[in-house]
């Protein structure tokens, strides 16, 4: 059952130190909880969710960064992102490491006949999963640009798909149901011996 809501936040999500920039801004019920969030940003990075990742909030008494602790599913991101406190980061990965910087830039009232989450723009497609993290990406980058490099051929099989590092189209963002997506995280737990 849909939880009523009023306003939505506009959400600006960079993955860090990757030049060009590769963005996402999205507009997710106030109401959403860090699980919700998680999941958001899983669905318009395009990624599969099958990595550990965390959430790191300003603590609004010291203003120093922590690890959010608390259960995400049970946790509202009014509670540690609004106004006051606008910024965020979530990390996914622990390996790769890919960090994204998560900024809310409005509060806006909700539009009827709107189906949220949304994503309403962004620029470039995000790193394949397990491709090595920012060096990783980068040289996967430098290797499907040169047919005559000696990974060419082995590094477009390993991506499965035609990579376009420049395409990122916000209408073709398919969102996961954070409900069903809660299934695979306590499995993933489960298996990490984090259970």
């Known amino acids: 059952m849909e939880k009523k809501f009023g306003n939505v936040y506009q959400i600006r999500i960079d993955l860090k130190d990757i030049r060009p920039p590769i963005w996402r801004r999205i507009h997710v019920p106030e109401n959403y909880t860090f699980h919700d969030l998680h999941v958001a940003i899983q669905s318009v990075m395009d990624w599969c969710g099958g990595h550990l990742h965390g959430f790191y909030v300003t603590n609004p008494l010291t203003g120093r960064k922590i690890e959010l602790e608390t259960p995400e599913e049970q946790t509202s991101i009014f509670d540690w992102l609004n106004q006051a406190n606008p910024r965020t980061s979530y990390i996914y990965d622990f390996g790769d490491y890919w960090d994204h910087k998560i900024q809310l830039e409005k509060i806006l009232p909700r539009e009827d006949n709107v189906d949220y989450p949304v994503c309403i723009k962004g620029k470039r497609a995000s790193p394949p999963e397990d491709c090595g993290g920012v060096p990783g990406y980068y040289e996967l980058l ?48 489960g298996e990490f011996g984090l259970l």
């Open 142 to 189: 430098v290797i499907i640009k040169d047919p005559g490099h000696e990974e060419y051929k082995e590094m477009i099989e390993w991506l499965g798909v035609e990579f376009d590092p420049e395409h990122f189209d916000p209408k073709e963002v398919v969102f996961y149901d954070p409900d069903e997506y809660l299934d695979d995280e306590i499995r993933l737990k």
